[in-house]
C-alpha cells in the first residue's frame, strides 16, 4: 500500500467515525456543559492512555517546549470541546457541519494575517460564494423552530478556532501534535467540572458518555495521521464527508428536518469548496507532472 492510499483510508475513517457526534448530543439527556465534560474528558483520557502506552512521555514534553505558539493551540482545540455542544445544543445539525465547512477560508485569512502568505483569486471568489451561502443559512435560522443564530455563531467559532489551531500548528511541524489534544480536552473537562454538577446524569448516560468520547478519540487520532500523507486539497474534500453525512445521520435516527434554507444554504456553500478545492488538487498535480 502506498503512503497516499494509506493517507486517504485513515482520514476516511478519521472522517466517518466524526459524523456520529452530533447525533450523540441529540441523543444525550444533559445539560449542554455536562455532556461537553464527559465528552472532553472521555475522549481525552481515552487519547492519554493510547500515546503512553505507544511513545510514553517523550511527545509530551515536546509539546510542552513549544512555548506559547502550542498553549495557544491548547487552548483553542480545548474550547472547541463545549462549544460544540452548544452550536448542537441552540441550532440545527446541517447548520452546524454546513458553518464547520468554511474552516478553509478562515485558514486561508489566518495564513495571510500571520504567516504573510497571498490569497489567491481562487479563494477570494471561494469565500464569496461561501458568505452567500452563509446568508442563506442565517436567513434559515430566522424561520427555522429547530436553529438559531446563537448556535450558528457557535458553529463559526469552532470554525475559526480550528482554523487558527491549524494556522499557529504549521510553525511546530517539527513537533508531533497529537499529545496537545488530551492536554486540551482533560483541562477543557477540568474547568467544566468545577462549573458544572457532571455525576448525577452518568447513571443514565453513560453509555453514551462513554461511545460519544470514544468516536472523538479516535477521529481525532487518525485526523491527525491521515493527512501527513496526503494534500491539503484531498483533506479537505474527505472533511465534507462530514457535513453530507452528519445531518442525514441525525435526520434519520430522531427524524431532525433541517429544512430547505439549510439544505439550499448548505449545497451552496459545499458546492464551492469542493470546487475550490478540486481546482487546487489538479493544479497540484499539474505541477509534479
Given at each position: 500500500?502506498?503512503?497516499?492510499?494509506?493517507?486517504?483510508l485513515?482520514?476516511?475513517i478519521?472522517?466517518l467515525?466524526?459524523?456520529?457526534d452530533?447525533?450523540?448530543?441529540?441523543?444525550?439527556?444533559?445539560?449542554?456543559m455536562?455532556?461537553?465534560f464527559?465528552?472532553?474528558?472521555?475522549?481525552?483520557?481515552?487519547?492519554?492512555?493510547?500515546?503512553?502506552?505507544?511513545?510514553?512521555?517523550?511527545?509530551?514534553?515536546?509539546?510542552?517546549?513549544?512555548?506559547?505558539?502550542?498553549?495557544?493551540?491548547?487552548?483553542?482545540?480545548?474550547?472547541?470541546?463545549p462549544?460544540?455542544?452548544?452550536?448542537?445544543?441552540?441550532?440545527s445539525?446541517?447548520?452546524?457541519?454546513?458553518?464547520?465547512a468554511?474552516?478553509?477560508?478562515?485558514?486561508s485569512?489566518?495564513?495571510r494575517?500571520l504567516?504573510?502568505?497571498?490569497?489567491?483569486l481562487?479563494m477570494v471568489?471561494?469565500?464569496?460564494?461561501?458568505?452567500?451561502?452563509?446568508?442563506?443559512i442565517?436567513?434559515?435560522?430566522?424561520?427555522?423552530?429547530?436553529?438559531?443564530?446563537?448556535?450558528d455563531l457557535?458553529?463559526l467559532y469552532?470554525?475559526?478556532a480550528?482554523?487558527?489551531?491549524?494556522?499557529l500548528?504549521r510553525?511546530?511541524r517539527?513537533?508531533?501534535?497529537?499529545?496537545?489534544?488530551?492536554?486540551?480536552?482533560?483541562?477543557?473537562?477540568i474547568i467544566?467540572?468545577?462549573l458544572?454538577?457532571?455525576?448525577?446524569?452518568?447513571e443514565?448516560?453513560?453509555p453514551?458518555?462513554?461511545?460519544h468520547?470514544a468516536?472523538?478519540?479516535?477521529a481525532?487520532?487518525?485526523?491527525t495521521?491521515?493527512?501527513?500523507?496526503?494534500s491539503?486539497?484531498?483533506v479537505?474534500l474527505?472533511?465534507?464527508?462530514?457535513?453530507?453525512?452528519?445531518p442525514?445521520?441525525?435526520?434519520?435516527v430522531?427524524?431532525?428536518?433541517p429544512?430547505?434554507?439549510?439544505?439550499?444554504g448548505?449545497?451552496?456553500?459545499i458546492?464551492?469548496?469542493?470546487?475550490?478545492?478540486?481546482?487546487a488538487?489538479?493544479?497540484a498535480?499539474r505541477?509534479?507532472?
Open positions: 500500500m502506498t503512503d497516499h492510499l494509506k493517507g486517504l485513515i482520514t476516511t478519521g472522517v467515525f466524526v459524523v456520529p452530533s447525533l450523540f448530543v441529540r441523543l444525550i439527556e444533559a445539560d449542554p455536562v455532556t461537553a464527559w465528552r472532553a474528558l472521555t475522549a481525552g483520557t481515552i487519547v492519554l492512555i493510547i500515546l503512553l502506552a505507544w511513545q510514553g512521555a517523550k511527545g509530551f514534553r515536546a509539546v510542552l517546549g513549544t512555548g506559547w505558539v502550542g498553549a495557544v493551540y491548547i487552548l483553542l482545540i480545548g474550547s472547541t470541546a462549544a460544540f455542544v452548544m452550536a448542537v445544543t441552540y441550532t445539525v446541517a447548520n452546524v457541519v454546513f458553518i464547520f468554511c474552516m478553509p477560508i478562515f485558514a485569512l489566518f495564513s494575517l504567516m504573510a502568505e497571498p490569497i489567491r481562487r471568489l471561494t469565500m464569496l460564494v461561501v458568505l452567500f451561502g452563509l446568508g442563506i442565517a436567513y434559515g435560522s430566522g424561520t427555522s423552530e429547530i436553529a438559531s443564530w446563537k448556535g457557535w458553529a469552532i470554525a475559526a480550528y482554523a487558527l489551531a491549524l494556522t500548528v510553525r511546530l517539527a513537533v508531533p501534535m497529537i499529545p496537545a489534544i488530551p492536554i486540551a480536552f482533560l483541562g477543557a473537562a467544566l467540572g468545577v458544572t454538577d457532571p455525576l448525577p446524569a452518568l443514565a448516560n453513560w453514551l458518555f462513554l461511545g468520547g468516536v472523538i478519540a479516535v481525532t487520532c487518525l485526523l495521521i491521515g493527512p501527513r500523507y496526503i491539503s486539497a484531498e479537505a474527505l472533511v465534507l464527508l462530514e457535513s453530507v453525512l452528519a442525514l445521520l441525525v435526520w434519520a430522531v427524524g431532525e428536518d429544512g430547505p434554507w439549510a439544505i439550499l448548505g449545497v451552496v456553500v458546492g464551492a469548496l469542493v470546487v475550490s478545492n478540486l481546482i488538487l489538479r493544479a498535480r505541477r509534479t507532472t
